[in-house]
């Protein structure tokens, strides 16, 4: 058995002693750099070249971190609950210092955190390590 296999069996593990409802999803595990903006209701657009250091990562104890170039920004804990926003069965992320859910996507080395309507921001970013 490969570690990430005993990894994703000991986070099945743990979410199931405890008192809470969790998602395992074990792919947004790791570290991730925006590249991409948009959205809101002035509807602005940017986009991020490969390094520019503002990089997400989650951790597989519910714990994040933000960077921007390097230096925390912030750190909390984030929690995976399933929705029917934008469709039956989405996913969605919250973040301890946020305040509100979002809706999220994971494609392979692709994540889309941000609100499916006219005036909400989607953030897009691309796995950089585990």
Not at 65 to 70: E, P, R, S, T, V
Not at 113 to 121: E, K, L, P, Q, S
Request: net charge positive.
């Amino acid at each position: 058995m490969n570690k990430k296999s005993l990894l994703i069996i000991l986070i099945a593990i743990i979410s199931l002693a405890s008192c809470k409802k969790v998602t395992v999803t074990p792919g947004l595990i790791g570290k991730w750099e925006l590249r991409k903006k948009m959205g809101s209701i002035v509807g602005f657009d940017s986009v991020f070249a490969a390094g520019n250091g503002r990089v997400l990562e989650f951790r597989s104890d519910s714990t994040y971190l933000q960077y921007n170039k390097g230096r925390l920004l912030t750190q909390g804990k984030y929690h995976i609950a399933t929705t029917n926003y934008p469709s039956a069965n989405s996913l969605s992320i919250s973040f301890e210092n946020g305040g509100y859910q979002d809706y999220f996507n994971l494609k392979g080395t692709t994540l889309q955190i941000g609100m499916d309507a006219n005036d909400g921001v989607e953030t897009d970013y691309e796995k950089i390590a585990n």
